[in-house]
């Protein structure tokens, strides 16, 4: 059964630092993987969705990578803001449409 | 624009009783997935469906149940409301695209359980 972990479970960072959140998975034949940010009482909004056969995928300040060898995604998110402020979290697409989600990185940027 | 929306967004009831949670899209997508938030646990997947009078079992499906006779909607029924069926709910959906597919996901309804 696939496992997703993500570390640290919470994030501390002042503004304009750049960060990288973790994602970790025990089974490498994945066909996507996809970042979602979560606000306080809200839905889930996609982020950035990599295909099994891209290393990396780019949308203004964020970055994710994917190592499927090392069961490994990173979300990198430059000069941090307040407004990105939220709980991010990764989940794995591995057949029948269904992902499999991580717990979540709860990010606090401090102004 | 295309979008999934949940209704009721926040409905408390007691326990025993019959409560459907709505979810609709206007993605026009295939598959649709109804999920259960609670600390400590993440996202699990409650029921889901590839189609028109498709359904299947999720991860947590005892107690809940699910039809479909559209496209849009996918309404999650609660037989008989427990306590511990307190939790937020999460309706998404996503295409049919080969090995690719991004999910879309809606507001989300908060039930309570007294």
């Known amino acids: 059964k696939q496992e997703v972990t993500q570390i640290p479970a919470a994030l501390s960072v002042p503004e304009g630092e750049n960060l990288v959140l973790n994602c970790s998975f025990t089974d490498s034949a994945i066909y996507n993987l996809q970042w979602f940010r979560q606000d306080p009482g809200k839905g889930l909004t996609s982020l950035l969705l990599?295909?099994?056969?891209?290393r990396e995928q780019t949308s203004g300040r964020l970055n994710a990578s994917l190592d499927k060898s090392s069961g490994r995604s990173t979300l990198y998110i430059a000069a941090s803001q307040p407004g990105d402020s939220a709980t991010y979290l990764c989940a794995l697409g591995a057949g029948s449409y269904q992902l499999t989600f991580g717990k979540g990185t709860k990010l606090s940027v401090i102004p | 624009d295309a979008e999934i929306t949940q209704s009721p967004r926040h409905k408390i009831t007691e326990t025993g009783r019959q409560v459907t949670l709505a979810c609709h899209q206007t993605w026009n997508h295939n598959n649709m997935f109804w999920y259960r938030q609670d600390l400590g646990h993440g996202l699990r997947l409650i029921h889901y469906?590839?189609?028109?009078?498709?359904?299947n079992k999720g991860e947590v499906s005892d107690g809940y149940s699910v039809s479909r006779s559209n496209t849009e909607d996918l309404p999650l029924t609660l037989e008989s409301a427990a306590s511990s069926q307190t939790s937020v709910y999460f309706c998404?959906?996503?295409?049919?695209?080969?090995?690719?597919?991004?999910?879309?996901f809606g507001p989300g309804t908060r039930l309570t359980v007294t």
């Open positions: 469906s590839y189609g028109v009078h498709d359904t």
């Open positions: 990599i295909q099994s056969s891209q």
């Open positions: 998404a959906s996503s295409e049919s695209r080969g090995q690719i597919y991004e999910q879309y």
